[in-house]
């Protein structure tokens, strides 16, 4: 029975690429010359740090291109809000991995609602789509694509 799994993943690796490549950027630019602006992670929180507000919306934008270029989805940063404290500014961005049950059981109930002839169970923190014919798979992505969950998916382990 063909089946595959929903998941939300980030690839941590190229996150740290474009956080590094950020970095390297604020080095060289004028702006932020003096600013001692930085971009630090740890684990799945990046932290941007800079004077004031509007360096910190010029680092996040400059962050976000970054990570496009790499090829990460940008709905799997949830951003926190601005602190400053005197001449400091800081946000929290965390990075969301997997699938909430919440989200599991908005994707299932979206699945149903379509009357595609599929079964589809929460294992963890992924969803996981059996049914018999390979097609009904398919439109299941396509209309797991065309729809606005919130959360950057992949389909993976696709099997006949």
């Given at each position: 029975m063909p089946s595959f799994d929903i998941v939300s993943e980030v690839d941590?690796?190229?996150?740290?690429n474009a956080m590094d490549q950020t970095n390297r950027e604020l080095d060289t630019r004028f702006d932020?010359?003096?600013?001692?602006?930085r971009v630090e992670s740890t684990d799945a929180v990046l932290s941007l740090q800079a004077g004031n507000e509007f360096q910190i919306r010029q680092?996040?934008?400059?962050?976000?291109k970054k990570m496009a270029k790499r090829g990460i989805d940008i709905d799997a940063l949830s951003e926190g809000e601005i602190e400053t404290s005197g001449n400091k500014a800081k946000l929290d961005i965390t990075i969301r991995q997997g699938i909430d049950q919440d989200s599991a059981r908005k994707l299932i109930k979206l699945i149903k609602e379509s009357k595609i002839k599929v079964q589809s169970s929460v294992q963890g923190d992924k969803v996981r789509v059996t049914g018999?014919?390979?097609?009904?798979?398919?439109?299941?992505?396509?209309?797991?694509?065309?729809?606005n969950t919130g959360l950057p998916l992949q389909y993976i382990n696709f099997r006949d």
């Open positions: 941590m690796h190229e996150v740290a932020f010359k003096g600013s001692g602006a680092m996040l934008d400059i962050l976000h018999k014919k390979r097609d009904d798979l398919q439109e299941v992505i396509r209309l797991l694509r065309e729809a």
